[in-house]
């Protein structure tokens, strides 16, 4: 009998596992009223990993009309009065989720967190294949704002245009039209948690607006006009979707280049003051756009192109502003659209004091670690500025902008980048990010791979958004829970069950290896330096004559000791502090060593990616050579900098091993990268000065740089002999500057000539005490000193033949002098050739500064140089053609000691 019962028993619970698991997991049903397209997505993308997991899905408005297992989504009323934890004190994008019974009740307070209570189930059911069980949990993001940003940019200028004057046409951004790519991107965002896409161009309005008043300004034709029309409809319905909000972001003060030649006007200068014209027509693009585009952000740059910060304080408040509150009015709508201030170029804080009292929905925005990525520990003004914006009383957002360090190698320290978001909050006062595409970002969707089909840098740099995403959603995580999360992401990547470590290994190795070296011997965080491309030893030995950017070595890392002032304290024996030169060197070698080490060892445990498995360890294998390269070099130059102090030939002969081991590295990057990679920098312009101008696409790729780093050899070689065959004495001697004879149209303008004893102004008694010989056949321009402190410098000639107008700078902190032409703040700062000191210590004045010379090329024909507020010496005109070898002339007693550079020339 209870054999019999047992057996029946057993029957049937056979029969009822047969029949589940020919049915799956069981019927679930979502339990949502979907008032929003934000909540049907989160729903559909719900539904839809369900049905891949094996479960039955339906989908209700009531739970009354559902049996079986629920998921209930629940959109609950803020309370901030509510008990902690509760679900109505969460903030618009947090939710709750808490299992009753069979089913699973999730609760937010808005349609941002329905999503991604959602998404969390989604990730779930990826990872286990079932959903959670007795799940009790509340979950929200620590920052408010998490972006990702697209250039609408390219590597070269357009013919006849200006730095970031790109129109939105087919033919300049094919990939802006493609919408299968937008959604893809968008996913992207969405599963990584970002809620925000900025979208950077120089004036996008010409080509998203048309202006009753000003129908002539438009730069698109009526079919790329409409087409423009409905992909941003597009992009932005899309997106909001995905609880994603576009931000446009321009620069200012840039006009439409139709709108420019109508009215005569430049479109952009930096010299130009606010007018009423000017300010009319950028008033009512903004009010269009508004208009057109009211759910849209903008994202303002009151910088590159602006005069002085009264203009940035009156533009803000009395165009840009004005001009969304028109187009509200326009419309009839109160609801004041986000509009984010960047701090860049300007005073942000006193911009903002300005604004607030008449528009409540700002935010301010400032760079990371300038345009690159160097530490986790900013300082100084990295660290200042952004904590006095964070506390005006709006959002602050930290932008890791450009990552001019980092292209174009793979980047994916997922230490690095918790450190650096936990440096926003604790070092910043950030509570958003900003974050640049990690490279290629002025030739986006792609990377510089030398791939056919060219690869997108979304999925290339995978690991890189996936880590910005997470540590902005929760900055503080256990450590060894993060190296088997990341672990376990890269197994599954790459199809390996224990590879993950050794891959996550190497990228953390690799990760300190660029940000060390530039923070440590950079010239600048920005732009016009591509790091990985290298440093000529004339850039290591002699910054200075680069124009090493403000506050760069102080702000970028911990304390630290830059060549210079290693090689004087080591000579002294004085005690060194903070990071040195030797210690730095030796720890990217061993970083270097154990990146290579980490992902080689791993190589036959590949199943899946397997090609990009391969570009990525070229990828580490690039970062040793170039590491390896970098300390040579730096070996190199700190004895070449004991030669200063100590002028035994003996450092020069130890120094040249190490060049020519530097060199042999740098030929194993060529190797490597020669049919790897199209270019290391994206950004392909007269912009990119260091090491080498970039202009009209050249010097773009090692192979490029090789022959330059060979010349450097090769004149060391021979400089060197030269030491031993005259005893050790050398004086270097410069051509003349080649004077030419044009006329000067200022009233009442006066000639000087470069000599001792001269004075330099009409109203100051300063005189020449010493200047270099090259000059002596110039003659300057002289100023009233006062009118250049109060309205500026403006110069008025006609030339027979092109020319280059000779200016010089004053080297110093005064708030007296015109500051030098600055890439990192003015985009147009190279546009005639300008951005480099070509002579350094050229003139000595007492009761002055010393001078650094600069040059400006001009045509023939009639022509002004129009310079800003403060001190600056026209010294003369020489011939257009000839080029001056950047040197430093010591007409004035150097702090650092007599240059050593010459060795290299």
Request: net charge negative.
């Amino acid at each position: 009998m209870n054999f019999e019962l047992g057996k029946n028993i057993f029957y049937i619970l056979l029969i009822s596992i047969l029949f589940w698991s020919c049915a799956g997991k069981g019927k679930v049903a979502i339990v949502s009223e979907q008032h929003s397209s934000r909540e049907e997505y989160a729903v559909e993308r719900l539904a839809s990993q369900l049905t891949e997991s094996g479960y039955q899905v339906e989908v209700v408005s009531s739970a009354d009309s559902a049996a079986g297992a629920k998921i209930i989504l629940q959109q609950v009323a803020m309370d901030s009065t509510a008990a902690k934890g509760s679900s109505a004190t969460l903030s618009e994008e947090g939710y709750a989720l808490e299992s009753k019974g069979q089913d699973i009740q999730l609760s937010a307070t808005g349609t941002s967190g329905i999503l991604y209570g959602c998404l969390y189930l989604v990730d779930q059911l990826k990872e286990k294949g079932k959903l959670p069980e007795n799940i009790s949990l509340t979950d929200q993001p620590e920052m408010v704002m998490r972006g990702t940003c697209i250039g609408l940019q390219k590597t070269s200028y357009l013919p006849g245009r200006g730095v970031y004057e790109y129109p939105y046409t087919p033919e300049n951004f094919p990939w802006f039209y493609d919408k299968e790519l937008w959604i893809k991107y968008l996913d992207t965002l969405v599963e990584n948690r970002y809620n925000s896409l900025y979208l950077w161009n120089g004036h996008p309005f010409a080509s998203l607006v048309k202006l009753k008043d000003y129908p002539y300004a438009v730069e698109v034709d009526d079919a790329t006009f409409e087409k423009n029309k409905e992909m941003f409809a597009f992009l932005t319905k899309e997106a909001d979707k995905r609880g994603i909000w576009v931000i446009q972001m321009f620069y200012n003060i840039i006009l439409s280049k139709p709108f420019a030649e109508h009215n005569h006007l430049k479109t952009q200068d930096r010299s130009r003051g606010i007018t009423p014209l000017i300010s009319d027509y950028t008033r009512k693009s903004i009010a269009a756009f508004i208009e057109n585009y009211p759910n849209v952000g903008l994202l303002v740059t009151l910088g590159e192109a602006m005069n002085t910060i009264d203009d940035d304080v009156d533009w803000f408040t009395k165009t840009i502003i004005p001009g969304v509150q028109d187009g509200l009015k326009a419309i009839g709508s109160d609801q004041e659209p986000p509009i984010v201030l960047r701090g860049h170029d300007t005073d942000a804080s006193r911009v903002m004091g300005a604004s607030l009292p008449i528009y409540k929905n700002l935010y301010t925005m400032f760079k990371y670690n300038g345009e690159s990525l160097t530490t986790y520990n900013p300082r100084d003004s990295w660290s200042s500025i952004p904590t006095e914006l964070s506390k005006l009383g709006s959002v602050h957002i930290s932008n890791v902008h450009i990552m001019a360090n980092l292209e174009p190698f793979r980047y994916g320290s997922p230490d690095f980048i918790e450190k650096s978001v936990q440096a926003m909050h604790r070092d910043q006062g950030a509570n958003g990010v900003h974050v640049y595409p990690q490279a290629s970002y002025w030739d986006w969707p792609y990377t510089a791979d030398k791939t056919g089909p060219r690869l997108l840098e979304m999925d290339r740099d995978w690991i890189w958004y996936a880590a910005w995403g997470r540590y902005a959603w929760k900055a503080q995580r256990d450590s060894l829970d993060e190296v088997n999360y990341w672990s376990g992401q890269l197994n599954k990547f790459y199809g390996s069950k224990t590879a993950g470590e050794n891959i996550l290994k190497a990228y953390e190795e690799s990760g300190e290896i660029a940000p060390k070296l530039l923070r440590s011997f950079g010239i600048s965080d920005g732009n016009r330096q591509s790091l990985l491309l290298g440093m000529f030893m004339g850039q290591l030995v002699n910054p200075q004559k680069y124009n090493v950017y403000a506050n760069f070595w102080s702000s970028s890392g911990p304390l630290k000791e830059v060549l210079q002032v290693y090689a004087e304290k080591e000579f002294k024996g004085e005690a060194h502090t903070g990071e040195t030169p030797p210690q730095i060197a030796a720890e990217v070698e061993e970083h270097g060593r154990k990146a290579v080490e980490a992902i080689d060892a791993v190589s036959n445990q590949i199943t899946e990616n397997k090609e990009e498995f391969a570009r990525l360890q070229n990828d580490m294998h690039c970062y040793q050579a170039f590491a390896d390269c970098f300390a040579e070099k730096v070996k190199a130059a700190m004895l070449v900098l004991n030669y200063k102090y100590s002028n035994r030939i003996e450092d020069l002969e130890a120094a040249l091993p190490h060049l020519e081991k530097s060199l042999a590295h740098y030929q194993k990057l060529v190797d490597l990268t020669r049919d790897t990679y199209l270019y290391a920098n994206s950004m392909q312009t007269a912009q990119r000065r260091i090491p080498i101008s970039g202009i009209n696409g050249t010097n773009k790729t090692w192979a490029e740089l090789q022959p330059h780093y060979q010349t450097e050899l090769d004149n060391f070689k021979r400089n060197l002999q030269m030491l031993k065959d005259n005893g050790g004495q050398v004086k270097k001697e410069h051509p003349s500057l080649k004077s030419v004879e044009v006329q000067v149209l200022n009233k009442g303008a006066k000639r000087y000539p470069l000599k001792e004893g001269v004075p330099v102004y009409s109203d100051n008694k300063a005189k020449i005490l010493a200047v270099a010989d090259e000059l002596r056949d110039l003659s300057g321009v002289q100023f009233s000193d006062n009118e250049q402190r109060a309205e500026g410098t403006g110069l008025k000639f006609i030339s027979d033949e092109p020319v280059k107008v000779v200016v010089g700078y004053f080297n110093t902190n005064s708030y007296t002098i015109l500051e030098p032409p600055t890439l990192e703040t003015n985009a147009n700062a190279n546009d005639r050739g300008q951005a480099d000191i070509k002579i350094a210590n050229a003139v000595d004045l007492p009761g002055l500064y010393p001078v650094n010379v600069y040059t400006y090329r001009f045509d023939a024909g009639e022509q002004e140089l129009v310079l800003g507020k403060g001190r600056v010496l026209i010294l003369g005109f020489m011939n257009a053609d000839q080029e001056i070898e950047i040197h430093d002339a010591g007409m004035v007693d150097d702090p650092n000691g007599p240059a050593v550079d010459w060795l290299f020339y």
